[in-house]
Structures are given as C-alpha cells and as structure tokens.
C-alpha cells in the first residue's frame, strides 16, 4: 500500500502545476475528480497524462488516457501500466 501512497505523492506533485482549485489539492484522495474538483480543464488533462508518462516511463494509449477521470484512475493506470 506505500507504494500507491508514493505513486498518488507523485501524481499530486504533476498535478500541482495544472490545478486551480488550490484547497481541493490539500484534501485530494483517491476520489478526487482532477476536472471537477480540482477545476483542470480537458486540454490540460493532455498534458498531464503527458507528464505521468515522463514521470513514470511509461506508455499510456489513448484509450487509457480518456478513462483518467479521477486521481485514483490515474494511480491504478500508473501502477498497473508502469514500474511505479
């Protein structure tokens, strides 16, 4: 379990950049929807995705991309795709 605690650390770190709801990112979990609770806008998810990848080393598709709603899918893809 440390090891997803350490992924969604690091996740929150990529997401700091892009978020404008600067209070919901002190209170994030798992649930968190990063374009309605914490206000990132649909382009910019892009560039998230983009940055876990570079983070992470790893290939995310499309497909997979599009299924990152909230910080919890962005952690499982993270640690399901990646050597997290």
């Known amino acids: 379990m440390e090891q997803q605690a350490e992924v969604m650390g690091k996740v929150v770190e990529i997401l700091r950049p892009f978020v404008k709801n600067a209070d919901a990112?002190?209170?994030?979990?798992?649930?968190?929807?990063?374009?309605?609770?914490?206000?990132v806008n649909s382009a910019r998810l892009v560039d998230i995705v983009l940055e876990i990848e570079d983070a992470f080393g790893i290939a995310v598709s499309d497909e997979q991309a599009d299924q990152v709603k909230t910080v919890g899918d962005a952690v499982t893809l993270i640690m399901k795709t990646g050597k997290a």
């Open 25 to 39: 990112l002190s209170s994030v979990s798992m649930e968190t929807s990063i374009l309605k609770d914490l206000k």
